[in-house]
């Protein structure tokens, strides 16, 4: 069984400081005439965050259709030797299975969910979750997840992500926060 001491702690988000600097030139409206200018400093902007969820777009893939585009992105992974297929084991931060499901797909961002994943059988222990997408842009990703829930430990996911690349996999992982 796992405990809560066995899921790694999740990345967090990489948060950018601002600061905005400009140059303020007084003109006369009249004779059009440069009176000076001077540099102007702003730097009350809020921190940007952004995380790996900001690089993720959706992708639909059609109903009933994500097991072939899991199977096809595999075998042209395999031909082409750069498949990455990442498995991580994270505890949820939730009390039940409808706020562990709406919350995964939220740590995702915007990624397409598929074969109506979204929707939680209540008499099922574990529930999976199927979702697509494309990363930065370039690379196609899919993600896999299994739900689960006990009273002892709560909500754990067992989710693998795969894609082409080691490094868009591994942050594919990170979403979970």
């Not at 990345?11 to 140059?23: C, E, G, H, T």
């Not at 900001?54 to 750069?82: S, T």
């Not at 498995?87 to 709406?102: D, E, I, R």
């Amino acid at each position: 069984m796992l405990s809560k001491e066995d899921c790694p702690t999740p990345y967090p988000s990489v948060k950018v400081s601002q600061k905005l600097v400009f140059k303020i030139t007084e003109i006369d409206v009249e004779s059009q005439d440069d009176l000076g200018s001077y540099d102007e400093d702003y730097d009350q902007l809020q921190a940007l965050s952004l995380s790996t969820k900001d690089y993720l777009k959706g992708f639909p893939i059609g109903q009933d259709k994500f097991k072939d585009a899991w199977e096809n992105l595999g075998a042209q992974g395999n031909r082409e030797g750069n498949l990455s297929e990442l498995t991580q084991t994270f505890q949820l931060p939730f009390k039940s299975m409808n706020p562990a499901v709406n919350g995964v797909i939220a740590f995702f961002g915007s990624m397409s969910i598929c074969d109506g994943t979204n929707k939680i059988n209540v008499t099922e222990k574990v529930h999976t979750i199927l979702l697509s997408g494309i990363f930065n842009g370039s690379f196609t990703v899919l993600v896999k997840g299994q739900i689960g829930f006990n009273q002892e430990y709560g909500c754990v996911i067992k989710l693998t992500a795969r894609s082409l690349d080691a490094a868009v996999s591994q942050s594919l992982l990170e979403c979970i926060n």
